[in-house]
Nanobody, 122 residues
Framework: HVQPVESGGDSVQAGGSLRLSCKAS????????MAWFRQAPGKEREGVAS???????TYADSVKGRFTISRDVITNAVNLQMTNLKPEDTGMYFC?????????????????WGQGTQVTVS
């Protein structure tokens, strides 16, 4: 059973930085992809960044150049480094994982989701 667990959410001022981390127990070394999504109050959930097991990545246009998704090779956590944060980046950030995906994806119907971590930018 795969269970993503997020951490790192916080309240920061506009222009600041945060690093979110996701550990997905049970993911192993099989072909998989992981992604970060976010949902602001009253808005639909949107994909932010995705990472495949071959380290290829994809990003939403709204975060390109500001956010970086990467894997920690020691802990196998998937991190989301967020810089130059804007108030519109505020939301609950969720980590998602799935097997059998050869490319990173922000549109895939991910099978495993974490509980989320709150990011507030003011």
């Amino acid at each position: 059973h795969v269970q993503p667990v997020e951490s790192g959410g916080d309240s920061v001022q506009a222009g600041g930085s945060l690093r979110l981390s996701c550990k997905a127990s049970g993911i192993g070394s099989v072909v998989h992809c992981m992604a970060w999504f976010r949902q602001a109050p009253g808005k639909e959930r949107e994909g932010v960044a995705s990472l495949a097991s071959d380290s290829t990545t994809t990003y939403a246009d709204s975060v390109k150049g500001r956010f970086t998704i990467s894997r920690d090779v020691i802990t196998n956590a998937v991190n989301l480094q967020m810089t130059n944060l804007k108030p519109e980046d505020t939301g609950m950030y969720f980590c998602a994982a799935d097997f059998g995906c050869w490319q990173p994806s922000l549109t895939r119907d991910y099978g495993y989701w974490g509980q989320g971590t709150q990011v507030t930018v003011s």
